[in-house]
């Protein structure tokens, strides 16, 4: 009888264990569940916000008392503030934003989380002309938050990303009288060259830009990079790695040879040259493989002229690249050239932030000046 007690006993306390587990990873599902909620409807509503003249819409999601938490909705003020500023310089209208959010991690501690986001927008905007359809880009952010639990709501304590449109809204460039332009289409088609005769597989290059713009709206291959290539994201950016693979993967992508000091080992990573903004653009203009068409601001590149009617951009083809240097003649960033909206504005694709098809100088300010390369075909 003692030892049927005992069993029972025992039975008891491991079902009684069983269930105090089964409670707190219940508990813990039943939180996280909560903080996707807020999430998806955060960033629903910072989405709203681009298009709103609700300046306390976002209000509720952060906490005033607290200064990293208010730095961080003056991010979000300054970046509405600017894309708006943006959208009445090139006279277009924003219509609308959609949003989808990826939550890879969750680590909650208390009335705390730290939370990873993975942002995914479509922005659609027109022209103010009548008749004017629809345009749309993407773009797409990783996300670092810490939120806290007040009253029994979730608020952002504070954040951390790459925001692509983290620019001053009152330092954008004026736009040239004629541009846009629709017939720079016809006029890029009609101007393909040959002249280096390097086997540049451009309509390749694009796809790859397409396909592996990541977690930008849009983007295929599930929203990835190409898991073939390390991503140097944390490691001061992968926007020239992603430039590099545009134009030099041998399997995708544009297939430009590479050589001794420009190389991939999928083993171990890219060689300075090929990660590295400037050592990059070092290399490409020391190569043969491209010619240099001009280097000036917004406005120097888009006036048009008797020999370029389109202006120095206009002498890009899909396919080339956009060097961006904001100090000296030190590049800070790469874009892909992928073609043009309806308009005939130019669109680039790039990583870090992850863009496609999005205006080329979306994010950018009246002082960068945009070097613009030309890949020998």
Known sequence: ????????????????????????????????LEIVNFLQQLF????????????????RYYLSMEKASRHALQQEMIRKEYIQAWATRRKVRFERVHSHIRVPRIRIDGNRAKVSVVL??????????????????????????TLIQTDGKWHVLREWYSDPLNENPRLISATN?????????????????????????RDRAIAYANKYAGAAWGAGNNNRYNLNYRDYTSDGGDCTNYASQVIGDPHE??????????????????????IQTDRFRKFLLASGYVSVISAGTFEEITKPSP???????????????????????????????????????????????????????????????????????
Do not use: C
């Not at 069983?18 to 707190?24: I, K, L, M």
């Not at 992508?253 to 090929?274: D, K, P, V």
């Open 1 to 32: 009888m003692q030892r049927i007690m005992a069993v029972i006993v025992a039975i008891g306390f491991v079902l009684n264990t069983y269930g105090v587990v089964d409670a707190a990873a219940q508990s813990k599902s039943n939180t996280e």
């Open 44 to 59: 629903d509503a910072r989405s709203r916000f681009l298009l709103s003249n609700d300046n306390e819409m976002l209000n």
């Open 120 to 145: 995914s927008q479509k922005l659609e905007y027109s022209y103010s002309e009548p008749f004017s359809v629809f345009q749309s880009f993407g773009i797409g952010t990783r996300h670092a938050l």
């Open 177 to 201: 009288d004629n541009f846009p332009n629709p017939l720079i289409q016809e006029h890029t088609k009609r101007n393909r060259s040959n002249e280096g005769k390097l086997g540049y597989q």
């Open 253 to 274: 992508g544009g297939g430009l040879r590479m050589t001794t000091n420009w190389r991939y080992w999928f083993r171990s990573g890219g060689s300075h040259t090929w």
């Open 307 to 377: 020999q370029r009617p389109y202006g120095d951009i206009g002498e890009l083809k899909p396919g080339d690249l956009i060097a961006y240097i904001l100090h000296g003649d030190d590049v800070d960033h790469f874009g892909v050239l992928v073609g043009y909206d309806d308009n005939g504005y130019p669109l680039v694709n790039s990583h870090t932030a992850d863009r496609i098809g999005v205006p080329f100088d979306l994010g950018w300010d009246q002082h960068t000046r945009y070097q613009l390369i030309h890949i020998l075909d």
